[in-house]
């Protein structure tokens, strides 16, 4: 089991009499103690650096003791801090006033050695629980956004393998099933593989780990990988008029091939979805300067340069609508930009002046990255 660096206690002991101050630190040598002779001073150093408890004398001179723990109360990056107050026996009526306005103990002068040590590390040992419980929330709030960003990504990603099997499903119904339609059973089974890798990945989630969503980066042959989305989205682009042009489109990459797949086919899915009919898409690769770069093309309207901000943002809405009635999330291009993190690549879009929009991927050669 590894082990923890021991935390460091931060204490401030604040009193205008020095052989006080001089004996506190003695008190609580093992600690990491700072001094301060009055009011102004101490809230200087409460300012710059973190304590995780204040002894604070009442009867001071300029400053109360009363008037700073009031100004602890009321700034919110201290307002947690635990304040012990220090009073002689004589300052009874002090002592509660400053219970009122927030301490959390006092101690008596003269001090008692045994005392004050008994209710500082009391004090150390609640913030210290009030500091875990405080991770731990943020811990659960982070996992929880996690899960939800992966449900996200999970429901969206099946609509698209769904969509393209309700299709063929479709065009098998109007067609005769013969030899010529075999193929469309290849395309369905294909959705089918995609949608359930989707699910499985959803149930094989570990939260109890760091990363909900992982990648495993190997050399990938992104011929492969493009072909298969492809042909699952062969039948919609026919059925929209669209055809899809493949040019040039091989290379050796280090990616997680699953997750280059959710990527590409998110973009083709939107390539085909904002294309106007009897139009092209095209998609094509380059590699330059030890990075591939896949490129998808269309020729519908483009995107405003007012709206290029939302784009990669989650339910990014943009004014262009599906050409086919299609619905829209706003998810699929941050699901890509979330993926290419992932895989230490990058995303980024290109719209002509004449029309159209490039959406690109670039990741680092195999060769390169070896």
């Known amino acids: 089991m590894r082990s923890h660096p021991p935390i460091i206690t931060r204490l401030l002991i604040v009193d205008d009499e020095r052989a006080n101050l001089e004996l506190m630190s003695r008190i609580f040598h093992q600690h990491a103690v700072e001094t301060a002779s009055n009011g102004k001073e ?102 929880n956004e996690r899960l939800e960003r992966l449900m996200q990504v999970a429901s969206h ?62 050399p990938t042959d992104v011929q492969n990988v493009i072909q298969d989305v492809v042909s699952q989205y062969r039948v919609i682009a026919e059925h929209k008029n669209i055809t899809l042009q493949l040019q040039s489109v091989g290379g050796l990459v280090m990616a997680d091939s699953h997750r280059l797949a959710q990527v590409i086919s998110n973009l083709l899915s939107n390539a085909i979805k904002y294309s106007p009919a009897q139009s092209e898409v095209f998609l094509s690769t380059l590699v330059q300067d030890g990075m591939w770069q896949l490129t998808v093309a269309d020729q519908g309207p483009g995107i405003a340069e007012e709206e290029m901000s939302q ?25 890509v930009r979330e993926m290419m993190q992932l895989q230490g690549g990058d995303v980024g879009v290109f719209c002509p002046s004449e029309g159209g929009s490039q959406f690109w991927i670039q990741l680092p050669l195999a060769s390169v990255a070896h």
């Open 42 to 143: 101490a809230l200087i150093k409460l300012k710059a650096n973190r304590f995780d408890v204040v002894l604070l004398d009442i009867m001071m001179p300029g400053m109360s003791g009363l008037e700073v723990l009031e100004t602890i109360r009321k700034s919110e990056q201290m307002a947690e801090l635990p304040v012990i107050l220090i009073s002689a026996l004589s300052e009874r009526r002090g002592v509660a006033h400053g219970i009122r306005l927030g301490a959390n103990d006092y101690i008596v002068k003269p001090i008692d050695i045994e005392d004050v040590q008994a209710r500082v590390q009391t004090q150390i040992r609640l913030k210290q629980f009030v500091d875990e419980r405080k991770q731990m929330i943020l811990h659960l709030q982070t996992m």
């Open 311 to 335: 784009l990669f943002q989650p339910f990014g809405k943009l004014s262009n609508l599906p050409t086919g009635g299609e619905s829209s999330t706003g998810l699929g291009l941050w699901i």
């Open 157 to 218: 990603d099946l609509k698209n393998p769904m969509t393209n099997l309700k299709m063929t499903i479709s065009v098998l119904r109007r067609s005769m099933i013969d030899e010529s339609k075999l193929n469309m059973l290849d395309v369905a089974d294909q959705s089918i593989k995609a949608m359930l890798n989707v699910v499985q990945e959803f149930l094989d989630v570990d939260v109890r780990r760091d990363e909900v969503l992982s990648v495993t980066i190997v």
